[in-house]
């Protein structure tokens, strides 16, 4: 398709989570990709500084994974997977459970990180049903969480914009304070010193309506989408400790921090805390082919195998979960990750990388820098009365200037795939202190 052809339909697609008519005025293509890089349709070389969106962490166009899926679907398109399987589905899972913490020996696929929200939430909801306490039905989240667009995610999910249009919402929810603190953690490099008093919040919605009403909490070990809010020290296993006492399963949304991206193949690893539930997408097939998966620890599993054998025992499933395709996807994913080392590599560059990021300090509007494993953000003083457009400028020119990164409110994230170099990191950097420097 040429380009002139390319430019002039734009109109048709609805684009999401987009100001469609600002972008369809100035739109940015992207028509190919290799290893670090996309390919615009202008001819430049954009240096990707976001992984796609989160998803791409051993890089773009990898051969083994595109060779994978390219032989399955030449070889068997779609199977189902209700009173029926196909062994592709069998061996991704028992693949993903091998790499998963201690304790998740089962995999329940969807299509995407808001699947895998869902699923996590009914799963919770039912595992106190049928052990027999059926009165534990509120889901608690946190404010500023993002756990993708269903109902169910969006209602546990903390961010203004992302629910106020859509109504009441699923009822019996409440939130624990976010953890993003400024006044005491600026600057923080890692984990931030303050702050863990801040899990004790559960405890005030326990005492509001009791724990014999609750039945799951839920958060992102570091909440990415809301711009990288990473936990204070001591934070998570605060957390974890009071739903142990409550009876509370602790689901993990590992959509971001799964496969890699903090330097443990999970973000409970790097946090060395044990939740019941961790909810996986994006990196599972390295954003190839959509999928998730929801990985459940024993304990959860086994409280729904205890009725007859012919009987259903959770009425929940996606016409495609564990399709073909996307499983040979993730399989061919994790050799890649396996092959390649990629599950620790953010380990190796971390320092190297929270170097590059903290060397922006004192450019113009920044008022925060913060890092953990191959993720970095950048902070910037909001205009007065234009929330978001300090860093969606930021956004614009970085990718006039060759480089791909991903503004949410003011904040700029930052997320390269999990292959980058010492080299490109110098260069990404390079390009971002330029841009700032550029723009007013
Ligand atoms: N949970 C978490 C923690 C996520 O980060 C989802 C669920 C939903 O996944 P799906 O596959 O349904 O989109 C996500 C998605 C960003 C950005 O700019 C982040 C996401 C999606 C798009 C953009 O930070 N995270």
Redesign the pocket.
Known sequence: MSDRLATNNLEAFWMP?TANRQYKKAPRLLVSAEGMHYTAADGRRILDG?SG??CVNAGHCRPKIVEAVRKQVGELDFAGTFQLGHPKAFECAAKLVSIAPPGFDHVFFTN??????ETALKIALAYHRVKGNASKVRLIGRER??????FG?TSVGGIPSNRKMFGTLVSGVDHIRHTHDLARNAYARGEPEHGAELADDLERLVALHDASTIAAVIV?PV????GVLIPPKGYLKRLAAICAKHDILLIF?????AFGRLGTPFGADYYDVSPDII?T??GVTNGTI?M?AVFVKGKVYDAFMGGPDDVIELFHGYTYSGHPVACAAAIATLETYEEEGLLTRAAELAAYWEEGLHSLKGLPHIIDLRNIGLIGAVEFDPIPDAPGRRAHERFVEAFNQGLLV?A?GDII?LSPPLIIDKRQIDQLFDIFSRVLKTVN
């Open positions: 989570f976001t969106l989160w995407s990180g808001s699947e895998s929200v969480a993002y756990h993708g667009v269903n995610g992102e909440a990415c989408s809301t949304d590992e959509v971001i921090t909810t997408a994006k959509p998730g991903r949410t994230a």
